[in-house]
């Protein structure tokens, strides 16, 4: 990033930028800055105050609301730069704590600063705004032309990458080239918000006014239970596993008849046909044998 003259200085003046990076113009009112943005710049490009200032509060002269028209300027080119944009700030940059923010910022960013300064006469600049259709009047111009002596004086201190000095008769001689050199990993971007996070940090237009956004809500996910007590309720019924129940013994049945056994697929066994004295048998006396004593039967007397 360089400002290149020609051999011919009185013809042309090309100035180098780079994308991103930011650029401010310096000067008081009506000394040419909007004119030399819209000749040389895209409109979204250019982010002035008084466009933002009319956004914030439908009148772009009214000076009530510097705080959220600058939040507003801010915070657009901090979006763009997040995007590897270039970003034109058309205001008069007067004040050092107004140009330190832009500083910060491309710090944070590590982009290039660079600042145009207007130096035209405050004569010219008066003259200027009497053909204008919103004029300012002459004492507030005569007070930024003050403070912009001041601002020469101190502004080469501050940390700019480049200063670009130009006159009243310079106007129409630049020429602007820009580069293109993205960022590798743009810092400041904003990171995604969980699901069902609320945000409670306030825009940058409310900053300032002592007046906090209003809260929302954040419906929990669908897969996350209510808290309290409908958490209790919408749990599902846990029951402790119980031993496997013995099944009952199967009812005697008539002699040729199968034990039917209520909920089992099994085929029920058939019970074995009554002995010819005619008493009925059951499974239980027929699979165990009398207990003996020593190989003989209990209850016989063999001596």
């Keep these: 990033m360089a400002q290149e003259q020609t051999p011919n200085e009185s013809k042309e003046k090309r100035v180098r930028l780079v994308r991103p990076s930011i650029v401010l113009l310096c000067g008081p009112a009506a000394c040419g800055k909007s004119t030399f943005a819209r000749r040389l710049f895209r409109p979204t490009q250019i982010i002035s105050s008084d466009w933002a200032r009319a956004r914030v509060c439908d009148d772009e002269r009214d000076q009530r609301f510097q705080t959220q028209a600058f939040a507003l300027v801010h915070y657009l080119a901090e979006l763009r730069l997040s995007l590897n944009r270039l970003c034109v700030v058309d205001s008069t940059a007067l004040t050092?704590?107004?140009?330190?923010?832009?500083?910060?910022?491309?710090?944070?960013?590590?982009?290039?600063?660079?600042?145009?300064?207007?130096?035209?006469?405050?004569?010219?600049?008066?003259?200027?705004?009497?053909?204008?259709?919103?004029t300012v009047g002459?004492?507030?111009?005569?007070?930024?032309?003050?403070a912009f002596g001041q601002t020469k004086a101190d502004i080469r201190q501050e940390?700019?990458?480049?200063i670009i000095e130009l006159g009243d008769e310079d106007m129409d001689k630049v020429q602007i080239e820009i580069i293109f050199r993205p960022i590798s990993q743009p810092a400041g971007m904003p990171a995604r918000r969980p699901q069902g996070e609320t945000r409670h940090t306030p825009r940058p237009w409310q900053q300032g006014t002592g007046r906090?956004?209003?809260?929302?809500?954040?419906?929990?996910?669908?897969?996350?239970?209510?808290p309290g007590a409908a958490r209790e309720q919408a749990k599902p019924e846990v029951r402790p596993a119980s031993p496997p129940s013995k099944a009952p013994p199967a009812p005697a049945t008539a002699p040729g008849e199968a034990a039917n056994?209520?909920?089992?697929?099994?085929p029920a066994e058939a019970l074995p046909p009554p002995s010819q004295s005619g008493t009925q048998t059951t499974p239980s006396e027929t699979a165990t044998p009398p207990a003996t004593s020593q190989g003989k039967p209990v209850g016989q007397n063999h001596s």
Excluded: M, N, T, W
């Design 261 to 266: 056994v209520a909920g089992s697929s099994a």
């Design 138 to 146: 002459r004492p507030v111009i005569e007070r930024q032309h003050l």
């Design 159 to 162: 940390g700019f990458d480049e």
């Design 212 to 226: 906090e956004p209003a809260v929302r809500e954040a419906k929990p996910p669908s897969h996350v239970h209510p």
């Design 96 to 134: 050092e704590h107004h140009r330190k923010e832009y500083l910060e910022l491309a710090k944070r960013f590590q982009v290039p600063c660079v600042v145009f300064l207007f130096d035209v006469p405050l004569e010219k600049c008066v003259e200027r705004d009497r053909s204008r259709p919103r």
